[in-house]
């Protein structure tokens, strides 16, 4: 029986960390945009550090830690500014970004480690992911399971995989097709998912006036 319930809130977690991580945002343009330069490494690396992400915000609203559910509201407005600012310069070097060969030679100067932490701060500046989490477990009849660490640690586990599924399946399916983009529609690709990211950091800035 315990181990039913165990497999069940698996499974759950899993169904949660993809249904949130699939939207593409920021990151998921981050994601498509490193693929799509050559690097399929890269591009797989920056969706698991928007996987950890979720898996840290899942762990919050799973495990019930209040105390960090408390720091994360109150710097709700610190974490958006942080994250406006840093969606904004990163949509400008994308959108500034040269052809395909050039972009070949400025990734081989980002390590792995840059790729994942950008993600991963991109993701943990957005403290609605939080909430959605809190939602999207209510909506499927999962309660706080703080008091059953076996039971909540089933649930992260779950998210956890559930999230990375989807960046392993975007980042796999993009670089499956890049090689039949042309240099002319990658320097289109990256103009747009750089406009789109600006546009990104000017609601998250704007939404923190009004």
């Known amino acids: ?75 709700d407005f610190y974490l958006r500014l942080f994250g406006g600012f840093l969606i904004a310069w990163i949509g400008v070097s994308i959108y500034k970004a040269p052809p395909r060969q050039a972009m070949l030679r400025e990734e ?47 649930l992260v586990l779950g998210v956890f995989f559930g999230a990375n599924a989807w960046w392993l399946s975007l980042s796999t399916a993009v670089h499956l097709m890049h090689h039949k983009l042309s240099d002319t529609q990658l320097l289109w690709i990256n103009r747009f998912s750089g406009i789109m990211l600006f546009g990104f950091a000017i609601y998250i800035l704007v939404s923190l006036i009004f």
Do not use: W
């Open 1 to 75: 029986m315990v181990l039913s319930t165990l497999l069940f809130l698996f499974l759950k977690g899993i169904i949660v960390g993809f249904l949130i991580a699939a939207p593409v945002g920021p990151v998921g343009i981050l994601c498509i945009r490193r693929t799509l330069s050559g690097s399929y490494i890269l591009g797989l690396v920056t969706g698991l550090g928007a996987g950890f992400a979720d898996t840290f915000y899942g762990a919050v609203a799973g495990f019930s830690l209040a105390s960090i559910a408390d720091f994360i509201k109150n710097n």
């Open 108 to 154: 081989e100067k980002e390590t792995r480690l840059h790729a994942f932490t950008s993600a991963f701060f991109l993701t943990v500046s957005n403290p609605v992911t939080l909430l959605v989490f809190a939602a999207s477990f209510a909506a499927m009849g999962i309660s706080p399971v703080g008091d059953s660490q076996s039971q909540a640690f089933a």
